[in-house]
T-cell receptor, first 114, second 111 residues
Framework: NAGVTQTPKFQVLKTGQSMTLQCAQD?????MSWYRQDPGMGLRLIHY???????DQGEVPNGYNVSRSTTEDFPLRLLSAAPSQTSVYFC?????????????FGPGTRLTVT | TQLLEQSPQFLSIQEGENLTVYCNSS?????LQWYRQEPGEGPVLLVT?????EVKKLKRLTFQFGDARKDSSLHITAAQPGDTGLYLC???????????FGQGTRLTINP
């Protein structure tokens, strides 16, 4: 199993450009999510999905879109990149075990917006 | 305002010392988790606690969930340089369908 994979690993964008961060998992997990990580702020939830065709907003959804057409894939789209979106982005998939959700994270995408 | 507050945010100690990291909230959580993250990688789950008062041990690491399920602690005995990393707590509130994370504790163990 590859687990959770993310591409690209690094990306530099100019303000106003758009792009899609890819995320895929091969563990057949129903739940997937996107986080951004900024210094001193831990991980903040952008969007999440509880299954194919279902998505919902997290704490910081503005400027990002998601879709979930398959169980395996959960791409994150930046519509018009802004310097405030410079961050490290993590995708995660999870399942329930013993009443708790256990998350598996991808290796991250480091995005710089100039 | 952070729903989960971790303290301290930075900790640098010598090899062999003991340490405790705290994760506090005014909210009740149905479960609480601890993750460790190394530079350039995603967080990796260490432990999940679901019962108030629960204590779990993972070698030299001891995790405790508060009786009221509002706080948790991570205690490391005889710290080693391999324990260096960013430690994150994360909690799930009943029926919330999402995890909230603390801001993290950056731990450095000096040889």
């Amino acid at each position: 199993n590859a687990g959770v994979t993310q591409t690209p690993k690094f990306q530099v964008l100019k303000t106003g450009q758009s792009m899609t961060l890819q995320c895929a998992q091969d563990m057949n997990h129903e739940y997937m999510s996107w986080y951004r990580q900024d210094p001193g702020m831990g991980l903040r939830l952008i969007h999440y999905s509880v299954g194919a065709g279902i998505t919902d907003q997290g704490e910081v959804p503005n400027g990002y879109n998601v879709s979930r057409s398959t169980t395996e894939d959960f791409p994150l789209r930046l519509l018009s990149a802004a310097p405030s979106q410079t961050s490290v982005y993590f995708c995660a998939s999870s399942y329930r075990s013993g009443g708790a959700r256990e998350q598996y994270f991808g290796p991250g995408t480091r995005l710089t917006v100039t | 305002t952070q729903l989960l507050e971790q303290s301290p945010q930075f900790l640098s100690i010598q090899e062999g010392e003991n340490l405790t990291v705290y994760c506090n909230s005014s909210s009740v959580f149905s479960s609480l988790q601890w993750y460790r993250q190394e530079p350039g990688e995603g967080p990796v789950l260490l432990v999940t606690v679901v019962t108030g008062g629960e204590v779990k041990k993972l070698k030299r690491l001891t995790f405790q969930f508060g009786d009221a399920r509002k706080d948790s602690s991570l205690h490391i005995t005889a710290a080693q340089p391999g324990d260096t990393g960013l430690y994150l707590c994360a909690g799930e509130r009943q029926g919330a369908q999402k995890l909230v994370f603390g801001q993290g504790t950056r731990l450095t163990i000096n040889p």
